[in-house]
């Protein structure tokens, strides 16, 4: 039930295409993981999609009006679940909230991995996302002027959290990305 309520919410104030893409690819990553670690895809799916959908409303990262801090209180005063909004908030590292739950580290975990992931799709021959190797997306890593803006250790230090090897996460997030449909 959260998950179409996620993404009626998500239409509602997302229009940019490339953010609507991101969220539905973290929404992907999340139902996947769901199914993996035996939790509530429901729930799982819908803060994915959710986590970012006061980004374009928001021009700072302000606690007052800024992303998530806004997005936030919209989904408490909609009465989303706690974990759900609590995994929204630590998802931004500067907001200085602990992850405590499998839910808000596999959140953080998946966002920037899925960016870099359809990053590395755009630059591979074949430009599908399922002809990506753990190789190629490793490679990119190495190359600091390949999506600059992703920080490599913030990658890393997500899947440590998540208690995941590298490799397998980024496994994990190919094969979520090519397979998982958002009902
Ligand atoms: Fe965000
Ligand atoms: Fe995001």
Redesign the pocket.
């Given at each position: 039930m959260w998950l179409p309520r996620a993404k009626t919410l998500l239409h509602e104030y997302v229009t940019d295409e490339k953010l609507l893409r991101?969220?539905y690819d973290?929404g992907k990553c999340m139902i996947f993981y769901a199914r993996k670690f035996n939790q509530d895809e429901d729930l799982w799916g819908a803060t994915g999609l959710i986590?970012?959908f006061d980004?374009q409303i928001t021009q700072s990262c302000d606690p007052l009006d800024g992303h998530p801090y806004k997005g936030v209180r919209i989904l408490s005063q909609l009465n989303f679940p706690a974990e759900l909004v609590d995994a929204v908030l630590g998802?931004a590292e500067y907001t200085g909230k602990s992850r405590d739950t499998l839910l808000a580290k596999c959140l953080f975990a998946c966002?920037?991995m899925s960016?870099f992931i359809f990053s590395c799709s755009r630059v591979h021959p074949s430009k599908q996302i399922d002809q990506l190797t753990v190789e190629f997306v490793l490679k990119r890593m190495k190359e600091n002027s390949f999506s600059k803006a992703v920080d490599r250790n913030l990658l890393r230090k997500s899947s440590e959290e998540l208690g995941l090897d590298f490799e397998t996460h980024i496994s994990n997030c190919i094969t979520a990305l090519s397979s998982i449909t958002i009902p």
């Open positions: 991101h969220s973290v986590h970012d980004y998802h966002d920037e960016g």
